[in-house]
Protein backbone atom coordinates (compact mmCIF):
# COMPACT_ATOMS: atom_id res chain seq x y z
CA UNK A 1 0.00 0.00 0.00
CA UNK A 2 1.07 3.72 -0.85
CA UNK A 3 -0.10 6.86 0.07
CA UNK A 4 0.69 9.79 -1.60
CA UNK A 5 -0.76 13.26 -0.66
CA UNK A 6 -1.62 15.34 -3.70
CA UNK A 7 -2.56 18.95 -2.38
CA UNK A 8 -3.62 20.42 0.94
CA UNK A 9 -6.08 23.00 2.03
CA UNK A 10 -3.98 26.55 3.08
CA UNK A 11 -6.26 27.06 5.80
CA UNK A 12 -6.55 23.89 7.69
CA UNK A 13 -5.12 20.26 7.84
CA UNK A 14 -7.21 19.24 5.06
CA UNK A 15 -5.60 17.19 2.05
CA UNK A 16 -6.45 15.55 -1.33
CA UNK A 17 -4.22 12.07 -1.15
CA UNK A 18 -4.01 8.67 -3.52
CA UNK A 19 -4.05 5.61 -1.61
CA UNK A 20 -2.73 2.56 -3.78
CA UNK A 21 -3.39 -0.96 -3.25
CA UNK A 22 -3.20 -4.14 -4.75
CA UNK A 23 -6.63 -4.11 -6.21
CA UNK A 24 -6.85 -0.39 -7.29
CA UNK A 25 -6.39 3.28 -6.20
CA UNK A 26 -8.73 5.69 -3.91
CA UNK A 27 -8.74 9.16 -4.16
CA UNK A 28 -9.36 10.85 -0.25
CA UNK A 29 -10.94 11.88 1.40
CA UNK A 30 -13.48 9.37 1.21
CA UNK A 31 -16.41 7.39 2.62
CA UNK A 32 -16.28 3.81 2.67
CA UNK A 33 -19.87 2.22 2.41
CA UNK A 34 -20.16 -0.35 4.93
CA UNK A 35 -20.90 -4.10 4.17
CA UNK A 36 -21.03 -5.81 7.44
CA UNK A 37 -21.77 -9.17 6.32
CA UNK A 38 -19.89 -9.32 3.10
CA UNK A 39 -22.55 -6.95 1.10
CA UNK A 40 -23.72 -3.23 1.49
CA UNK A 41 -27.69 -3.87 2.62
CA UNK A 42 -30.04 -3.93 -0.32
CA UNK A 43 -27.14 -3.20 -3.38
CA UNK A 44 -25.74 -5.50 -5.62
CA UNK A 45 -21.73 -4.77 -5.15
CA UNK A 46 -21.89 -3.40 -9.20
CA UNK A 47 -24.55 -0.96 -8.15
CA UNK A 48 -22.27 0.57 -5.29
CA UNK A 49 -18.94 0.65 -8.12
CA UNK A 50 -21.38 2.38 -10.31
CA UNK A 51 -21.97 4.90 -7.76
CA UNK A 52 -18.28 6.09 -7.93
CA UNK A 53 -17.10 3.96 -4.74
CA UNK A 54 -14.36 2.60 -4.67
CA UNK A 55 -13.24 0.89 -1.80
CA UNK A 56 -15.53 -0.65 0.67
CA UNK A 57 -15.46 -1.84 4.29
CA UNK A 58 -16.66 -5.23 5.71
CA UNK A 59 -17.14 -6.30 9.20
CA UNK A 60 -14.46 -9.52 10.65
CA UNK A 61 -16.59 -9.65 13.84
CA UNK A 62 -19.78 -11.43 11.91
CA UNK A 63 -17.93 -12.61 9.11
CA UNK A 64 -15.57 -14.69 11.43
CA UNK A 65 -19.29 -15.95 13.04
CA UNK A 66 -21.05 -16.52 9.54
CA UNK A 67 -20.53 -17.78 7.00
CA UNK A 68 -16.75 -18.35 8.71
CA UNK A 69 -13.25 -17.55 7.36
CA UNK A 70 -12.69 -21.28 5.96
CA UNK A 71 -15.50 -21.39 3.30
CA UNK A 72 -14.49 -16.93 2.37
CA UNK A 73 -10.72 -18.62 2.02
CA UNK A 74 -11.77 -21.55 -0.17
CA UNK A 75 -13.79 -19.23 -1.96
CA UNK A 76 -10.22 -17.08 -2.97
CA UNK A 77 -10.78 -14.84 -0.37
CA UNK A 78 -13.26 -12.02 0.74
CA UNK A 79 -13.33 -9.83 -2.73
CA UNK A 80 -13.78 -13.15 -5.03
CA UNK A 81 -16.75 -14.58 -2.06
CA UNK A 82 -18.80 -10.81 -2.35
CA UNK A 83 -17.65 -10.08 -5.95
CA UNK A 84 -16.33 -6.68 -4.95
CA UNK A 85 -13.35 -5.89 -7.24
CA UNK A 86 -12.15 -2.79 -5.18
CA UNK A 87 -10.25 -2.69 -2.43
CA UNK A 88 -12.02 -3.73 0.89
CA UNK A 89 -10.87 -2.31 4.61
CA UNK A 90 -11.77 -4.63 7.56
CA UNK A 91 -11.84 -4.06 10.67
CA UNK A 92 -10.44 -6.17 13.47
CA UNK A 93 -13.95 -6.86 15.13
CA UNK A 94 -12.84 -5.11 18.79
CA UNK A 95 -16.24 -2.40 18.44
CA UNK A 96 -18.64 -5.25 17.78
CA UNK A 97 -17.17 -7.69 20.67
CA UNK A 98 -17.52 -4.73 23.50
CA UNK A 99 -20.76 -3.22 22.10
CA UNK A 100 -22.91 -6.79 21.05
CA UNK A 101 -21.30 -8.68 23.86
CA UNK A 102 -22.67 -7.64 27.18
CA UNK A 103 -20.87 -10.77 28.81
CA UNK A 104 -17.29 -9.67 27.43
CA UNK A 105 -13.92 -10.16 29.59
CA UNK A 106 -11.02 -8.58 28.60
CA UNK A 107 -7.72 -10.52 29.33
CA UNK A 108 -4.51 -9.41 29.13
CA UNK A 109 -4.06 -12.44 26.14
CA UNK A 110 -7.47 -10.91 24.38
CA UNK A 111 -10.94 -11.04 24.52
CA UNK A 112 -13.22 -13.75 25.62
CA UNK A 113 -17.32 -13.16 24.37
CA UNK A 114 -20.47 -14.85 23.54
CA UNK A 115 -21.64 -15.21 19.83
CA UNK A 116 -24.74 -12.62 19.03
CA UNK A 117 -26.39 -15.23 16.72
CA UNK A 118 -25.79 -18.49 18.76
CA UNK A 119 -24.41 -17.65 21.89
CA UNK A 120 -21.06 -19.92 21.46
CA UNK A 121 -18.12 -18.40 23.56
CA UNK A 122 -15.12 -17.67 21.50
CA UNK A 123 -11.69 -15.69 22.52
CA UNK A 124 -9.91 -13.18 20.17
CA UNK A 125 -6.49 -12.56 20.26
CA UNK A 126 -4.82 -9.91 18.26
CA UNK A 127 -2.96 -12.42 16.51
CA UNK A 128 -6.40 -14.11 15.49
CA UNK A 129 -7.79 -10.85 14.07
CA UNK A 130 -4.84 -10.50 11.85
CA UNK A 131 -4.89 -14.16 11.17
CA UNK A 132 -8.53 -13.75 10.41
CA UNK A 133 -8.37 -10.61 8.42
CA UNK A 134 -5.48 -12.21 6.12
CA UNK A 135 -7.55 -15.15 5.73
CA UNK A 136 -9.94 -12.85 4.45
CA UNK A 137 -7.34 -11.37 2.38
CA UNK A 138 -8.96 -7.08 2.75
CA UNK A 139 -6.44 -4.71 1.50
CA UNK A 140 -6.37 -2.72 4.54
CA UNK A 141 -6.90 -4.46 8.38
CA UNK A 142 -6.88 -3.24 11.42
CA UNK A 143 -5.56 -4.02 14.93
CA UNK A 144 -7.36 -5.32 17.04
CA UNK A 145 -8.07 -2.65 19.91
CA UNK A 146 -9.67 -2.23 23.14
CA UNK A 147 -12.87 0.61 23.04
CA UNK A 148 -14.63 1.63 26.22
CA UNK A 149 -17.91 3.31 25.95
CA UNK A 150 -18.48 6.46 27.01
CA UNK A 151 -18.30 7.94 29.70
CA UNK A 152 -15.44 6.47 31.31
CA UNK A 153 -13.37 7.30 34.10
CA UNK A 154 -10.02 8.12 33.33
CA UNK A 155 -8.10 5.40 34.80
CA UNK A 156 -10.51 2.62 32.67
CA UNK A 157 -9.25 4.47 29.58
CA UNK A 158 -5.90 4.46 30.71
CA UNK A 159 -6.15 1.01 30.77
CA UNK A 160 -7.94 0.75 27.10
CA UNK A 161 -5.14 2.82 25.74
CA UNK A 162 -2.23 0.88 27.68
CA UNK A 163 -3.90 -2.38 26.55
CA UNK A 164 -4.84 -1.13 22.94
CA UNK A 165 -1.01 -0.83 22.29
CA UNK A 166 0.14 -3.99 23.97
CA UNK A 167 -2.29 -5.52 21.31
CA UNK A 168 -0.99 -3.53 18.81
CA UNK A 169 2.51 -4.52 19.08
CA UNK A 170 2.07 -8.25 19.01
CA UNK A 171 -0.24 -7.84 15.99
CA UNK A 172 2.61 -6.07 14.15
CA UNK A 173 4.49 -9.68 15.00
CA UNK A 174 1.96 -11.42 13.95
CA UNK A 175 1.55 -10.61 10.74
CA UNK A 176 2.52 -12.53 7.75
CA UNK A 177 0.89 -11.15 4.74
CA UNK A 178 3.35 -7.93 3.51
CA UNK A 179 0.63 -6.85 0.43
CA UNK A 180 -1.95 -6.26 3.07
CA UNK A 181 -1.79 -2.93 5.23
CA UNK A 182 -2.27 -3.35 8.87
CA UNK A 183 -3.33 -0.25 10.55
CA UNK A 184 -2.62 0.74 13.95
CA UNK A 185 -5.81 2.62 15.97
CA UNK A 186 -5.35 5.03 18.50
CA UNK A 187 -7.77 5.33 21.66
CA UNK A 188 -7.99 7.76 24.36
CA UNK A 189 -11.68 8.44 25.10
CA UNK A 190 -12.63 11.93 25.57
CA UNK A 191 -9.30 12.78 27.22
CA UNK A 192 -6.74 14.84 24.82
CA UNK A 193 -3.36 13.95 27.17
CA UNK A 194 -4.45 10.14 26.41
CA UNK A 195 -5.07 10.20 23.40
CA UNK A 196 -1.95 12.61 23.14
CA UNK A 197 -0.09 9.18 24.61
CA UNK A 198 -1.71 7.13 22.31
CA UNK A 199 -1.06 8.44 19.11
CA UNK A 200 2.85 8.62 19.77
CA UNK A 201 3.31 5.51 21.59
CA UNK A 202 1.36 3.86 18.63
CA UNK A 203 2.74 6.09 15.85
CA UNK A 204 6.22 4.68 17.38
CA UNK A 205 5.33 1.51 15.72
CA UNK A 206 5.38 2.88 12.59
CA UNK A 207 2.30 1.21 11.16
CA UNK A 208 1.78 2.36 7.18
CA UNK A 209 -1.93 3.71 8.62
CA UNK A 210 -3.75 4.48 11.52
CA UNK A 211 -7.31 4.29 12.77
CA UNK A 212 -9.14 6.44 14.89
CA UNK A 213 -11.09 4.61 17.53
CA UNK A 214 -13.54 5.22 20.44
CA UNK A 215 -14.68 8.87 19.18
CA UNK A 216 -18.43 9.79 17.85
CA UNK A 217 -19.68 7.33 20.60
CA UNK A 218 -21.86 9.70 22.86
CA UNK A 219 -19.23 12.38 23.72
CA UNK A 220 -19.76 16.01 22.98
CA UNK A 221 -18.84 17.09 19.27
CA UNK A 222 -16.39 19.44 20.65
CA UNK A 223 -14.82 16.72 22.62
CA UNK A 224 -14.04 14.83 19.08
CA UNK A 225 -13.03 17.48 17.51
CA UNK A 226 -10.10 18.70 20.10
CA UNK A 227 -9.65 14.67 20.23
CA UNK A 228 -9.14 14.97 16.90
CA UNK A 229 -6.83 17.67 16.64
CA UNK A 230 -4.62 16.32 18.91
CA UNK A 231 -3.94 13.33 17.59
CA UNK A 232 -3.90 14.84 14.30
CA UNK A 233 -0.79 16.94 15.21
CA UNK A 234 1.41 13.48 16.05
CA UNK A 235 0.31 11.03 13.56
CA UNK A 236 2.72 11.32 10.34
CA UNK A 237 0.95 13.33 7.63
CA UNK A 238 2.56 10.79 5.15
CA UNK A 239 0.06 7.83 6.32
CA UNK A 240 -3.63 7.75 5.72
CA UNK A 241 -5.94 8.51 8.88
CA UNK A 242 -9.32 6.58 9.43
CA UNK A 243 -11.95 8.33 11.80
CA UNK A 244 -14.02 4.74 12.44
CA UNK A 245 -17.94 5.05 12.65
CA UNK A 246 -18.77 8.94 11.63
CA UNK A 247 -21.51 9.82 9.06
CA UNK A 248 -23.24 12.62 9.47
CA UNK A 249 -22.17 15.36 6.78
CA UNK A 250 -21.14 18.37 9.64
CA UNK A 251 -19.23 15.73 11.54
CA UNK A 252 -17.17 13.99 8.35
CA UNK A 253 -15.99 18.08 7.19
CA UNK A 254 -15.12 19.11 10.22
CA UNK A 255 -12.91 16.01 10.52
CA UNK A 256 -11.90 16.16 7.06
CA UNK A 257 -10.41 20.18 8.03
CA UNK A 258 -8.33 18.01 11.05
CA UNK A 259 -6.38 15.46 8.58
CA UNK A 260 -8.74 12.70 8.34
CA UNK A 261 -9.17 10.92 4.96
CA UNK A 262 -11.05 7.93 5.66
CA UNK A 263 -14.28 7.51 6.95
CA UNK A 264 -16.94 4.68 7.60
CA UNK A 265 -20.29 4.01 8.95
CA UNK A 266 -23.78 2.64 9.24
CA UNK A 267 -25.64 5.96 9.19
CA UNK A 268 -26.69 6.43 5.14
CA UNK A 269 -27.46 3.03 5.00
CA UNK A 270 -29.73 2.53 8.14
CA UNK A 271 -31.39 5.46 8.12
CA UNK A 272 -32.29 4.75 4.39
CA UNK A 273 -34.27 1.91 6.15
CA UNK A 274 -36.05 3.99 8.50
CA UNK A 275 -37.23 6.01 5.54
CA UNK A 276 -35.21 8.94 6.03
CA UNK A 277 -32.97 10.51 2.76
CA UNK A 278 -30.20 12.63 2.95
CA UNK A 279 -30.72 16.14 0.84
CA UNK A 280 -28.40 18.96 0.97
CA UNK A 281 -31.48 20.81 2.37
CA UNK A 282 -31.25 18.27 5.57
CA UNK A 283 -32.72 15.09 6.11
CA UNK A 284 -35.99 13.95 4.50
CA UNK A 285 -38.13 11.91 6.92
CA UNK A 286 -40.92 10.10 4.23
CA UNK A 287 -43.21 9.04 7.22
CA UNK A 288 -44.25 12.81 7.60
CA UNK A 289 -47.68 12.77 6.01
CA UNK A 290 -47.04 16.01 4.45
CA UNK A 291 -45.03 13.86 1.86
CA UNK A 292 -48.02 11.52 0.30
CA UNK A 293 -49.04 13.70 -2.24
CA UNK A 294 -45.50 15.13 -2.91
CA UNK A 295 -44.41 14.27 -6.68
CA UNK A 296 -41.04 16.05 -6.30
CA UNK A 297 -38.16 13.69 -6.81
CA UNK A 298 -35.86 13.30 -3.44
CA UNK A 299 -33.65 15.87 -4.44
CA UNK A 300 -33.75 18.00 -7.42
CA UNK A 301 -30.40 17.47 -9.76
CA UNK A 302 -29.21 14.32 -7.79
CA UNK A 303 -28.41 11.61 -10.65
CA UNK A 304 -29.58 8.39 -8.42
CA UNK A 305 -32.39 6.67 -9.52
CA UNK A 306 -34.55 7.15 -7.03
CA UNK A 307 -34.42 10.76 -7.94
CA UNK A 308 -34.44 10.14 -11.64
CA UNK A 309 -37.44 8.02 -11.55
CA UNK A 310 -39.65 8.02 -8.54
CA UNK A 311 -41.70 10.75 -6.71
CA UNK A 312 -41.39 11.47 -2.76
CA UNK A 313 -45.22 10.05 -2.83
CA UNK A 314 -44.25 7.02 -4.42
CA UNK A 315 -40.92 5.94 -2.11
CA UNK A 316 -43.53 6.88 0.93
CA UNK A 317 -45.95 4.82 -0.04
CA UNK A 318 -43.35 1.46 -0.69
CA UNK A 319 -41.41 2.68 2.80
CA UNK A 320 -45.36 2.36 4.27
CA UNK A 321 -45.93 -0.57 3.00
CA UNK A 322 -42.41 -2.57 3.71
CA UNK A 323 -41.69 -3.02 -0.17
CA UNK A 324 -37.76 -3.65 -0.44
CA UNK A 325 -38.04 -1.17 -3.57
CA UNK A 326 -37.58 1.44 -0.97
CA UNK A 327 -35.26 0.61 0.80
CA UNK A 328 -33.14 0.03 -2.47
CA UNK A 329 -33.66 3.02 -3.69
CA UNK A 330 -33.40 5.16 -0.60
CA UNK A 331 -30.71 3.43 0.23
CA UNK A 332 -28.73 4.48 -3.29
CA UNK A 333 -29.61 7.81 -2.83
CA UNK A 334 -27.98 8.39 0.56
CA UNK A 335 -24.92 7.01 -0.65
CA UNK A 336 -24.79 8.80 -3.85
CA UNK A 337 -25.54 11.26 -1.50
CA UNK A 338 -22.58 10.79 0.45
CA UNK A 339 -20.16 10.47 -2.65
CA UNK A 340 -21.34 13.64 -4.03
CA UNK A 341 -20.46 15.63 -0.58
CA UNK A 342 -16.57 13.76 -0.60
CA UNK A 343 -16.22 14.52 -4.43
CA UNK A 344 -17.06 18.26 -2.79
CA UNK A 345 -14.97 18.11 -0.15
CA UNK A 346 -11.79 17.07 -2.38
CA UNK A 347 -12.62 20.31 -4.76
CA UNK A 348 -13.02 22.60 -1.75
CA UNK A 349 -9.56 21.41 -0.90
CA UNK A 350 -8.09 21.54 -4.62
CA UNK A 351 -9.45 25.30 -4.45
CA UNK A 352 -8.71 26.17 -1.45
CA UNK A 353 -11.85 26.61 0.00
CA UNK A 354 -12.52 23.84 3.15
CA UNK A 355 -13.70 26.47 5.74
CA UNK A 356 -16.52 28.19 3.11
CA UNK A 357 -17.49 24.19 2.61
CA UNK A 358 -18.13 23.55 6.23
CA UNK A 359 -19.77 27.13 6.86
CA UNK A 360 -22.34 25.92 3.71
CA UNK A 361 -22.91 22.59 5.68
CA UNK A 362 -23.58 23.73 9.56
CA UNK A 363 -26.90 22.86 10.69
CA UNK A 364 -27.49 20.53 8.81
CA UNK A 365 -27.83 18.14 11.06
CA UNK A 366 -31.07 20.34 12.12
CA UNK A 367 -32.53 20.74 9.22
CA UNK A 368 -35.47 19.80 7.23
CA UNK A 369 -36.41 20.06 3.71
CA UNK A 370 -40.10 21.30 2.82
Known amino acids: MRFEVLCRDPQTMARV????TPHGEVLTPTFLPVGTRGAVK?????????IGYRMILANTYHLYLRPGVEVIREAGGLHAFMGWEGPILTDSGGFQVFSLSPTFRVEEDG??????YDGSEHFLTPEAAVRV?????SDVAMTLDHCVAYPATREEVEKSVETTLRW???SLRARAREEQALFGIVQGGAYPDLRARSAELTA????????????????????????LEVQSAILPEDRPRHLLGIGDPEGILESVALGMDLFDCVLPTRMARTGVAFTR????????????????PLEEGCPCPACRNFTRAYLRHLHRVNEMLAHRMLTWHNLTFMHRLLLDCRRAIEAGRMLELIREWRGWSSRHPS
Open 133 to 137: QEDLG
Open 42 to 50: SMAPWEVAG
Open 204 to 227: GLDFPGYGIGGLSVGEPREDMLRC
Open 168 to 170: AER
Open 111 to 116: VRFRSV
Open 17 to 20: GKLA
Open 281 to 296: EGKLNLRHARYAEDLR
